[in-house]
């Protein structure tokens, strides 16, 4: 199966003109910066690097992955947006999603006028892939969003592989909580399908989500319009400079130390909140949160946040279901004894 990216790309984005900033044009370091109108006094007077070259270098490093495969946005939504910018004709174009999931694929959709349709997971929380065949050969439909492990559900996808090779538009795979999960991340794959988006975000594992960086990892194609139609300067140079320092080798170990302390938590959270007379049900997990049933969400919800404790309410979306993220070993104290305190 052969795919030409430019065939899916929208018609007005493949003529695009982007724009050329003054930085796009001069790249040297050294020299006296007449060409872009800033003002020659002060710390931050001088615009950030439209690439983001160094967080680049260094996510190339650490992931083995080549600098033209790496996307930055603000947050990873910014590449969920763009990829409807890129790839679908509003009022023409459509993309897929498996509900219950992220809501800003829709969010998406709608601000950029594109049909949503939405297939829901099974009863276990995976594709149906019978339900799913006839969409694939639909002409318009140019992204499949799967978000694996799903939130709010907390599972890993499966059957991902058999979409990669059976749909000839976008596969866009949000991996916002893959460094909590013992499956392996399709960073790895975008090689093989030049087709495949697969984002993550400096938001949770990381621990940065005030930072607001997000990436995208695709084929050099995909990543080639990602950068024609960004807004030049979408990352500041304080949230470069905040990435950089956190991407700094002893502090990588101490998000790697972050995770392995929050997956101990959550082990220890769900032990005990099988022991909570009003939890029904708790789902298996491959994220940093917990799905629970219980008998009646809206008002056990509405109970903890009387006594401070703020969970999500996810009950418009799976019944009686709440979202708990698991917390410091303190929180998770607090939101147990508060909970057991519930009648
Ligand atoms: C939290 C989350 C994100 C993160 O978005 P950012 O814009 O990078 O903060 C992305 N996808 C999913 C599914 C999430 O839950």
């Given at each position: 199966m052969t795919i030409d990216i430019k065939n899916l790309v929208r018609k007005?984005?493949?003529?695009?003109?982007?724009?050329?900033?003054?930085?796009?044009?001069?790249?040297?370091?050294?020299?006296?910066?007449?060409?872009?109108?800033?003002?020659?006094?002060?710390?931050?007077?001088?615009?950030?690097?439209?690439?983001?070259?160094?967080?680049?270098?260094?996510?190339?490093?650490?992931?083995?992955?080549?600098?033209?495969?790496?996307?930055?946005?603000?947050?990873?939504?910014?590449?969920?947006?763009?990829?409807?910018?890129?790839?679908?004709?509003?009022?023409?174009?459509?993309?897929?999603?498996?509900?219950?999931?992220?809501?800003?694929?829709?969010?998406?959709?709608?601000?950029?006028?594109?049909?949503?349709?939405?297939?829901?997971?099974?009863?276990?929380?995976?594709?149906?892939?019978?339900?799913?065949?006839?969409?694939?050969?639909?002409?318009?439909?140019?992204?499949?969003?799967?978000?694996?492990?799903?939130?709010?559900?907390?599972?890993?996808?499966?059957?991902?592989?058999?979409?990669?090779?059976?749909f000839n538009g976008i596969v866009f795979i949000d991996e916002a909580y893959i460094d909590f999960s013992p499956e392996e991340t399709f960073r790895n794959q975008i090689e093989n399908y030049p087709n495949l988006i697969v984002s993550q975000t400096f938001s949770k594992a990381w621990g940065m989500a005030s930072v607001r960086v997000g990436i995208a990892y695709a084929s050099d194609e995909i990543i080639k319009f990602y950068n024609k139609i960004k807004p030049p300067y979408n990352i500041s140079q304080l949230n470069q400079d905040a990435i950089l320092n956190t991407i700094d080798n002893e502090k990588i170990n101490q998000v790697s130390e972050n995770i392995e302390i929050i997956l101990k938590e959550k082990k220890n959270l769900i032990e005990n909140l099988e022991e909570v007379d009003l939890v029904k049900k708790i789902y298996p997990s491959d994220a940093n949160f917990i799905l629970v049933k219980v008998d009646n969400a809206d008002s056990v919800y509405q109970k903890l946040v009387n006594q401070n404790v703020i969970i999500r309410n996810r009950n418009s979306v799976i019944k009686n279901c709440l979202r708990i993220t698991v917390g410091s070993p303190e929180e998770n104290k607090k939101l147990l004894k508060t909970l057991k305190s519930i009648n």
């Open positions: 007005n984005i493949l003529n695009l003109q982007p724009y050329s900033s003054a930085r796009d044009e001069f790249e040297g370091k050294n020299g006296i910066f007449l060409d872009a109108n800033e003002n020659p006094f002060g710390n931050l007077n001088r615009y950030p690097d439209p690439s983001q070259r160094k967080i680049k270098e260094k996510l190339s490093e650490l992931n083995q992955i080549s600098i033209e495969n790496i996307f930055l946005g603000n947050g990873s939504d910014e590449a969920i947006d763009l990829a409807f910018r890129i790839f679908c004709e509003p009022k023409k174009d459509k993309v897929l999603t498996f509900s219950p999931t992220y809501g800003m694929y829709e969010v998406s959709a709608n601000i950029n006028d594109v049909e949503l349709i939405n297939l829901d997971l099974d009863k276990n929380f995976q594709i149906d892939l019978e339900t799913l065949k006839p969409y694939l050969n639909d002409e318009n439909l140019k992204i499949i969003f799967i978000c694996s492990p799903n939130n709010p559900t907390g599972n890993s996808i499966q059957n991902i592989k058999y979409i990669l090779e059976n």
